[in-house]
């Protein structure tokens, strides 16, 4: 294989880091809308978080950083801000308006350099809103060593028990509340 075909494996992997990066603060940012949005630790419920994460898995990163935004210090809000764009413009932009670098080996390479970049905003900008967020964590209960051994259980390569969208009721339930909705037509 010539050194042209490794720099553009190299270039197409940097991509695939860059916006799985993305990925990874939207997921976490999803977890914390689940987490963040409840008032205290008696109100969780499984059933509640679960359908806290469903809806939040089924949130584009725009409108998640949206319904995350009371939760964070502006500066934080306007690095997520940074964030969605900056993953907006590798999802949607950056092939075509970078394409012609793929052409010499030094345009690769500066193509490789700016998907690092990439990478390492979305991994910092990740990295703070769990510093961040890591009192409120706790104060629920989710402490490193419970966060370590969920890790721990990824690492064994078993699948995880998805999200169920729509919850099938039990034999008995208790009902605590009831809302009569007028649907308007």
Known sequence: ???????????YARFGLAYYESEVLHRNLCNIYALGTFDAPESITRPRMEEKLTYAFSLTLGRVINETKSIFPPEIQEELDLALTKRNYLAHHFWFEKNYLMFSQEGIVQLQEELTSYVNYFDELDKSILIFFRPTRE??????????????ELLLGEPD???????PPNKQERIINVWDVEIIE
């Open 139 to 152: 104060k629920f209960g989710v402490s490193d060593e419970i966060i370590n051994a969920v890790h721990e």
């Open 1 to 11: 294989m010539d050194n042209e075909s490794e720099l553009l494996r190299e270039l």
């Open 161 to 167: 028990e998805p999200l169920m969208s729509k919850r």
